[in-house]
């Protein structure tokens, strides 16, 4: 430290001695002396024990050969050396910061937050460091949840969405968390994040659609599908589709009719909204006509929804005549749906055994969305035949990835339970268990939902804990229970 003051003393008075023009006593040497170099004394070493440690402050000392320590310069040539001063301090200085960030890095490194050198060393990185941390909470959280801890997992995420509130991830998987325990707390979480993240307004938009249709919040789905119509053209099938289900479950077709005066939608969208609109206030028999009217739109979903209506109505023939029609327009996986519920319509048993035989044959190799397809047509049109054909198929599946096992054996599950068929159920959850090795309570208690009487349990308020539940499956339970 007297290194360091003698660097500043000294040379502010060189350079104010300096700036004089050299007149007046020289500041550090000895005015007793001559002022020749080699024979002046340093006068500003006196007092210090090892008098050539202040060659750090100037290096004008030396010794002479009588081993004294005398400047080496006349009086005139005295100068300051603020650039040795500066580089010893600033050497100091950024040794100790080195070891003060590589001291603070290991501490943090080894406490868990998986931070840089650079967000420590640099400041305008260090904003950075509220979402190190909060990465840090994100993970105790997964640990715990894989760990079954599900209450230090959820105050984990509260955490770190508290230190960083524009941490997406934190956001997203705490509003998850708070799907079944809090679906309040959740959707204003998802709404929140709607508006902060518009770059991952997609993703959003269909996690939280997902967490509503689970919980049946039909208004909610109606105010999302219509907003998503417009943010997401390309998609518009499946929000016209959310929408005509939500608006048919609540009676109400304002929603349709209002989102068919949008000028932000396609016209072909806006008609097909419109035809829907009508449907739903119409008799039967005139909204039979309507539905039959020619299709002047390239809006795929338009047929779809048509073949749909007229089978919910109970007109089959009518149905079955525009679905061959439209075979160039719809995809194959919903060609064989609506072949599949007109069959069951009509009373052709026969037909659908067949389809089902060719399909599930030991020979052939077996599909998983195929029984899948199978497994949630059951769940409309409960038939105990061919229930026995799909459950006997999924023995097959072993193979087949941890996530496919779960979301067609879920299927699987739900046929047999809507015929209140026990020993199936008991089958397919043995089988689930045997080959995923994962609890399966929150099926237990879907499955008591099935057994139980009417009225006893809501089906809205179980879905939500299916994490392996497809919108197909999760539109076909709601659409056989929602209303009962």
């Known amino acids: 430290m007297r290194t360091v003051w003698a660097m500043f003393y000294w040379n502010a008075r060189k350079t104010l001695f300096r700036l004089r023009g050299d007149r007046g006593t020289c500041p550090c040497q000895n005015p007793s002396d001559s002022g ?17 440690r202040f060659r750090r402050v100037c290096p004008l000392l030396r010794q002479n050969p009588a081993g004294q320590w005398v400047c080496s310069v006349r009086a005139e040539e005295v100068r300051p050396f603020w650039g040795r001063a500066c580089g010893y301090i600033g050497g100091t200085v950024g040794v100790l910061v080195l070891c003060g960030v590589l001291a603070v890095f290991g501490l943090m490194r080894v406490i868990g937050y998986e931070v840089s050198v650079r967000q420590i060393i640099w ?18 959280a997964r640990e715990a949840y894989t760990a079954g801890r599900v209450r230090e997992a959820l ?53 939280w659609f997902r967490s509503l249709l689970a919980r ?16 997401e053209p390309q998609q518009a099938s499946a929000w016209v589709h ?16 209002s989102a068919a005066q949008s000028e932000k939608l396609p016209p072909a969208v806006r008609e097909t909204l419109r035809l829907a609109a009508r449907v739903q206030q119409l008799p039967p028999a ?24 007229l089978t919910r109505l109970g007109f089959a023939d009518e149905a079955f005549e525009l679905l061959l029609k439209s075979r160039a327009q719809i995809a194959g996986r919903d060609m064989a749906r609506l072949a599949f ?3 069951a319509l009509k009373g052709d048993n026969a037909r659908l055994e067949r389809e089902f035989a060719a399909l599930l044959s030991p020979p052939r190799a077996l599909h998983p969305y195929e029984v899948s397809l199978l497994a949630i047509h059951l769940v409309n049109w409960p038939d105990p035949a061919l229930l026995d054909k799909v459950c006997e198929a999924f023995g097959r599946m072993a193979s087949e990835p941890l996530e496919v096992q779960l979301e067609v054996g879920l299927a699987v599950f739900c046929a047999a339970g809507v015929q209140k068929n026990h020993q199936r159920m008991t089958e397919v959850q043995s089988h689930m268990a045997r080959t995923t090795k994962i609890p399966l309570s929150s099926m237990n208690r879907l499955g008591l939902y099935f057994m139980a009487d009417a009225g006893k349990l809501r089906i809205e308020n179980l879905l939500p804990q299916q994490n392996s539940l497809s919108l197909e499956l999760n539109y076909a339970l709601l659409d056989r229970y929602l209303s009962k």
């Open 286 to 309: 005139e909204a039979r006509g309507l539905l039959e009217m020619p299709v002047v739109t390239d809006f795929s979903y338009d047929r779809v929804y048509r073949i749909e209506a």
């Open 123 to 140: 400041p305008p990185a260090w904003h950075e460091l509220r979402g190190v941390r909060s990465l840090l909470f994100i993970n105790k």
């Open 155 to 207: 105050n984990a995420l509260i955490v770190a969405y508290e230190m960083d509130p524009a941490n997406y991830s934190a956001g997203m998987m705490l509003a998850q968390f708070y799907q079944a325990g809090n679906p309040g707390l959740a959707d204003k979480l998802y709404a929140r994040l709607l508006r902060e993240h518009p770059d991952h307004r997609v993703e959003t938009a269909r996690v």
């Open 242 to 257: 959310a929408l005509v289900f939500a608006t048919r479950h609540l009676q109400d077709p304002q929603p349709l009719e």
């Open 341 to 343: 519920a007109l069959y």
């Open 216 to 231: 049946g919040r039909l208004r909610g789905i109606v105010e999302l599908a219509r907003r998503q119509l417009t943010a």
């Open 36 to 52: 020749e170099p080699m024979q002046t004394g340093c006068e500003a070493v006196y007092g210090w024990r090892q008098a050539g």
